[in-house]
């Protein structure tokens, strides 16, 4: 896989003063992000920790532009993601991020090999006859060309979720963010799926990731903690041990 170089900027994600309040009815509101300051430099691995309710889906929401902030600036990539048209937003998505979810989010009707080809036909990436090669290339990397055209319900949990990484690194994608990408998995499609980030990192993805697993959190060169909307631990391997929720 190619070095990522995300933007001439050596910062991947910067986010300054990002408020996000949610409606409540009756003129109320919550406010789950607020002021968050934050930069990621270019090949950095970062699990994002804290209770539930906290901030944390929110956050990556903000970095993906899945969702926009109250207030603040969000770039990403070079690119600011918060004043971002929705068309510009996903050709920018498409070409710049990999987003895995919790819950896999395959296409049932779609083999596994037709799955990861979709980003690669939405963003009208690599000519049509190179699609279907890279695809079968990531399935390989994350060892289930065999199981490319079985469909998404025929294989296990860990091997959905591995075909899902797969499909976030279709397009090459500088940023890969993942929510809680190891929460439905035993241990050991667990471990294989981090030892997978690994190997991204290495070759030059940055990895945000947001985990409640306190033994994967522990093994992250860097853990950022959010507690009520606010950025409260900021530390680098060595400084702290987490010890979970």
């Not at 070095?3 to 409540?24: M, Q």
Request: net charge negative; charged share 20%; aromatic share 6%.
């Amino acid at each position: 896989m190619s070095e990522k170089n995300g933007s001439a900027n050596s910062k991947v994600v910067l986010l300054n003063g990002v408020i996000k309040s949610f409606p409540l009815g009756d003129d109320a509101e919550v406010t789950v992000l607020k002021g968050v300051n934050l930069e990621v430099q270019r090949g950095e691995f970062v699990s994002i920790v804290g209770p539930s309710g906290n901030g944390k889906s929110t956050l990556l929401n903000m970095i993906t532009g899945i969702d926009r902030p109250s207030a603040g600036e969000v770039i990403v990539t070079g690119q600011p993601v918060h004043s971002m048209s929705e068309n510009d937003l996903a050709a920018w998505r498409g070409d710049h991020v990999g987003i895995i979810f919790q819950f896999f989010q395959m296409l049932p009707s779609l083999s596994l090999l037709q799955n990861v080809m979709l980003p690669m036909d939405f963003a009208n990436k690599y000519e049509s006859k190179e699609r279907e090669q890279r695809a079968l290339e990531l399935l390989d990397i994350v060892d289930l060309s065999d199981q490319a055209n079985k469909l998404p319900g025929m294989v296990s949990g860990g091997q959905q979720q591995r075909a899902a990484i797969a499909r976030a690194l279709a397009n090459d994608p500088p940023l890969v963010v993942a929510d809680e990408p190891t929460g439905n998995l035993d241990s050991r499609s667990a471990a294989d799926v981090f030892n997978l980030f690994n190997r991204l990192v290495k070759e030059g993805t940055t990895m945000l990731m947001v985990t409640h697993d306190k033994e994967l959190a522990r093994q992250v060169p860097r853990v950022i903690e959010i507690t009520d909307g606010r950025i409260t631990r900021d530390e680098y391997a060595g400084a702290a041990v987490w010890t979970g929720y």
